[in-house]
């Protein structure tokens, strides 16, 4: 189980982050949480923000 979970994060994007890719996401859960929590934009914010984190992670 180890050894797949070593695995598994070698080849993600966990492997090779810097703190570029936290300030990133850190930007991308604050869109989040505007569009869901306070409602600024929902439709155009949600995507935006889910994109962001998916293309930091990988």
């Given at each position: 189980?180890?050894?797949?979970?070593?695995?598994?994060?070698?080849q993600?994007?966990?492997?090779?982050?810097?703190?570029?890719?936290?300030?990133?996401?850190?930007?991308?859960?604050?869109?989040?949480?505007?569009?869901?929590?306070?409602?600024?934009?929902?439709?155009?914010?949600?995507?935006?923000?889910?994109?962001?984190?998916?293309v930091n992670?990988?």
């Amino acid at each position: 189980m180890k050894e797949i979970i070593l695995n598994l994060a070698s080849q993600t994007g966990f492997a090779t982050l810097d703190y570029k890719n936290y300030i990133m996401i850190l930007v991308a859960f604050l869109f989040m949480y505007l569009a869901i929590a306070k409602g600024f934009e929902p439709l155009l914010l949600v995507p935006i923000s889910f994109g962001m984190f998916l293309v930091n992670m990988f």
